[in-house]
């Protein structure tokens, strides 16, 4: 059997292996699939040892995104241009990279919840790998101008000369929020929330139309989600749909067959109803 995993720092909460095993039921494949903990210092070791014991795949989260790229022989061209890698195809000895997070999260906002994307102008709050994943399939989906902040100017400044549009993405310090005006999009790229230091986020950013949609999901959205329910958003969403597309955009890389979403995402919406109305 070939073996499967997410690495991820802290990863114990993950709901992956939950998610694939629901995607392999659905095709018939048994799939051995497995949280593995790793921080930035020990990812390279542990993913070495993943792959000696017949690992043929993984899923990459928090903070090893960009860390995973650096491991890999050979990346897709959309994992090339995030800068960031959140799934690996063992391919002979060397370790193939992907980026499914950004289709992942089109998928879900146009696809689940019906948005329009096409010329919002949206704010991307963050600048690490969560980001990474997701803008350049975001500014693909025909956003209009993308503005990204982040507590760092010389991250948000990177994560800009990697997009390549200088006319069209804007980075900024956080502490210039104020002063951007109204959005039609703000997405949240962040973890602070886990470690109780959401950002505060003024009412000008919202305007009519405006969806706030942060890229995690549970308790770490909270938060995030709740500025965006008391601000008037027009459509608020967590990120657990788009961890359910991402999962099956890696699943049909490794399997050759893509699973059918909506099941596994009800079930799982159901028992995070309490935390986030989805839109």
Known sequence: MKHYAVFGHPVAHSLSPRIHAAFGREAGIAIDYQAIDADVGSFRARLSEFAVRGGAGANVTLPLKQEALALCADVTERARRAGAVNTLVRNGDDWHGDNTDGEGLVRDLTGRHGLDLRARRTLLIGAGGAARGVAPSLLDAGIGDLYIVNRTSSRADALADLLGQ?????????ADIGTLGEFELVVNATSAARGGAMPVLPRSLVGRRMAAVDLNYGEAATPFLA????????????????????????????????PE???????????????????
Do not use: C, K, N
């Open 227 to 258: 500025w965006g329910r008391a601000s008037g958003a027009y459509a608020v969403v967590d990120g657990l749909g788009m961890l359910v597309e991402q999962a099956a955009l890696s699943f049909a890389r490794w399997h050759g067959a893509r």
């Open 166 to 174: 200088p006319g069209r993405v804007h980075p900024r310090h956080l």
């Open 261 to 279: 979403t909506d099941e596994i995402y009800g079930e799982l919406r159901a028992e995070h109803a309490h935390l986030v109305t989805a839109d």
